[in-house]
């Protein structure tokens, strides 16, 4: 055992864990590197450790013994940072609810060794659908194949199609080949309807053959159009999938594709969907996605915790590195850390006024759990909790720059948000209304080209009470774009 | 309970901006808008000031617009792109360039009418969807298609008429 890993840190639990705690973060390891798996070098090794660690830690005696002869707890050694920040100073009693923001900003603590960049196990997933003929379909192959050439030696690469059946055209192994390989993606025809459903399930099939913990596992498909009916066995998979610890992005190109179905499929795995208005831009987008993988750092937070009693999550989105709203599971996934880019998510929670009987509100209280592909044992997973003083007086401080920042573009994009689902809801007035304060707003930050589609938007909402497909798109991602743009509000 | 000043929604304490209209509810501001806020306050204090006297034509200026009706000049220059229309109590849209004092409302021009554009030496005139549309030398324009201008043009939004001269 290499002299900076105790057995707190091989099985990846804090110091005081529980018995029960320690008990399910053995199995989780077991599970992942027991010998029968995995063939990859070191791993048994890995796995004796965890053995050990947890023969040491489950017995109270020994571990009562071995507690005593570790050094204190050195907080500079933690690989994951972490820091909160909140809306407002206090929550004042009051006797109505009240709304409270916390910003959370994770990040990898820099370290002088350099950190290789871990391996991929990459599946591309393409939506060869009748809608994908011609020219789209020959832009997405020379994107796939662009995507080959970058491979590198380590990286476990698949890819496989899909319309109303799925096809492995590349089976998931490293890729050595690679010009054999391009030709079989040359003759992919397009022909057929989009069901997406075989497609993923034939697609994490190839990532799991590949599956560690020592690699990236995601899965980044592209589609043009709907799926009907299998929605909901869709969101099961995609559920599974970030349980595993396998992320899925989606690419949506064109206008016929169901962007609020794609962006709860994805953030199930913690992550979003991206929204290609013109075939032309597939490769780059695709490139983008595939470079933004291999800049990992930690592929995978996940928060987990308990109800309180009085205070409800009313919202979470992810500010960084992509932005996007993120899904209530359980375990919640919050997404990736980059090595240049943070993890931000900003929480909005609502509080009643039976919670303010302490002097102090617990709003979150949980575990964020951290997987670095890059670090042979698992990180220890962190106890945070978001908390505020509760006074009576009025509370004077306005809110952090970072914050106010942060919430100033949430809010436009909560805007078209809201205004697309009054738009459903048959409330037309109110939504023109709202996509025209939005346009007011847009202007008046210098955004002028997407204030003008904002507003020919307001217009056929109220002429046709129906938003244009590729109006809908254009400013929801080009709002979500610009919370991204704005950046600066993370140190 | 915080009630938003700009729409009158009802937002519970804590909020910070109006999910409503999108208007800030706290009293801090943000870089980015606070410029935004000063300009609006200033253009209503200045109404009436300058009414009478145009504000000096800076080295700036690219040009000016030359109100027929009361023979007022309105300089272009701060900026490459004016957004011209009305602002109207309670309504957070903002023009560049509020033509409210001179009788925008009763001439008929939307809250956000048209947008004049300088790029290069080419200036254009562009109508936002406008109510009662935009008029260059008479003809109506198509909304949100660009139309070149020349020095001389005379352009109306609704009724309100002015010539643009460019520099």
């Given amino acids: ?365 949980g575990n964020l759990k951290v997987s670095m592909a890059a670090r042979p044992s698992p990180a220890p997973p962190i106890r945070v909790w978001f908390e505020r003083e509760v006074t009576t007086g009025p509370d004077p401080a306005p809110p952090p720059t970072a914050i106010l920042g942060a919430l100033s573009r949430l809010t436009l994009y909560r805007m078209q948000e809201k205004a697309r689902n009054d738009l459903k809801a048959g409330e037309f007035e109110r939504a023109t209304r709202g996509m025209k304060n939005l346009a007011a707003h847009l202007l008046s930050q210098g955004f002028q080209d997407l204030a003008k589609t904002v507003l020919l938007e307001a217009e056929n909402i109220q002429r046709t009470h129906s938003l244009s497909r590729n109006g809908e798109k254009e400013i929801k991602y080009a709002t979500r774009a610009l919370i991204i743009e704005r950046g600066g509000w993370v140190q | 309970m915080i009630t938003c000043s700009n729409c009158n929604h009802e937002n519970p304490s804590g909020a910070v901006f109006c999910p409503e209209c999108g208007a800030q509810l706290t009293g801090a501001d943000l870089t980015t808008q606070s410029i935004r806020t000063d300009k609006v306050a200033e253009s209503a204090r200045e109404k009436a000031a300058t009414l009478e006297y145009p504000r000096a034509i800076s080295d700036k200026a690219w040009g000016s617009l030359h109100l027929m009706e009361s023979g007022q000049i309105l300089p272009l220059g701060e900026r490459n792109e004016y957004t011209l229309g009305r602002v109207s109590e309670g309504q957070p849209i903002m023009p560049d360039m509020d033509l409210s004092p001179y009788q925008a409302y009763a001439n008929g021009v939307s809250r956000l009418h048209a947008l004049l554009k300088r790029d290069g030496k080419r200036v254009v005139v562009m109508d936002l969807g406008s109510a009662n549309g935009t008029y260059v030398n008479g003809k109506r324009l198509t909304p949100n298609v660009e139309r070149l201008l020349s020095h001389g043009d005379v352009v109306a939004l609704g009724k309100l008429k002015f010539q643009v001269l460019i520099k």
Wanted: aromatic share 6%; proline share 4%.
């Fill in chain 1, 1 to 365: 055992m290499s002299h900076a890993q105790d057995y707190y840190t091989v099985l990846g639990v804090i110091r005081d864990a529980t018995q029960e705690e320690i008990k399910r973060a053995y199995v989780e390891a077991a599970q992942l590197l027991h010998p029968d798996k995995n063939q990859s070098p070191g791993e048994t090794e890995i796995f004796l450790e965890v053995q050990q660690a947890y023969e040491v830690l489950s017995n109270p005696k020994r571990r009562k013994a071995y507690d005593a002869s570790l050094p204190k707890e050195d907080q500079t050694s933690r690989p994951i940072l972490h820091e909160i920040s909140y809306s407002r100073g206090q929550l004042v009693r009051l006797k109505e609810s009240q709304l409270v923001y916390a910003l959370l900003d994770v990040r990898v603590r820099p370290s002088d060794e350099t950190v290789t960049a871990p391996p991929l196990n990459l599946c591309l997933l393409l939506d060869r659908s009748t809608s994908m003929k011609d020219a789209k379909m020959d832009l997405l192959k020379a994107a796939a194949i662009h995507i080959l050439r970058d491979l590198r030696a380590e990286d476990v690469f698949s890819l496989v199609t899909f319309s109303d059946r799925a096809e492995v055209v590349i089976p998931a192994s490293y890729q050595r080949e690679r010009f054999k390989l391009e030709s079989q993606i040359r003759a992919i025809q397009a022909s057929g309807a989009t069901e997406i459903y075989k497609g993923l399930e034939c697609a994490l099939a190839e990532v799991r053959r590949g599956l560690t913990g020592r690699r990236v596992n995601h899965v980044i498909m592209l589609t043009d159009g709907h799926t009907y009916g299998d929605e909901q066995a869709c969101l099961d998979l995609a559920a599974r999938a970030g349980e595993e610890g396998i992320g899925i992005s989606i690419l949506g190109i064109g206008t016929d594709w169901n962007d609020n179905f794609v962006d709860q499929l994805a953030s199930r795995t913690g992550n979003t969907s991206r929204y290609i208005a013109r075939p032309a831009d597939i490769q780059k987008f695709l490139v983008e996605k595939f470079h933004e993988l291999t800049r990992v750092a930690a592929e995978e937070v996940t928060l987990e915790f308990g109800p309180i009693a009085g205070v409800e999550l009313n919202y979470a989105f992810r500010l960084q590195p992509e932005t996007g709203p993120v899904a209530f599971g359980a375990p919640m996934q919050l997404g990736p850390i980059l090595r240049d880019t943070h993890l931000s998510v900003l929480f909005e929670f609502m509080v009643t006024p039976s919670a303010l009987g302490m002097n102090t509100l617990r709003l979150l209280s």
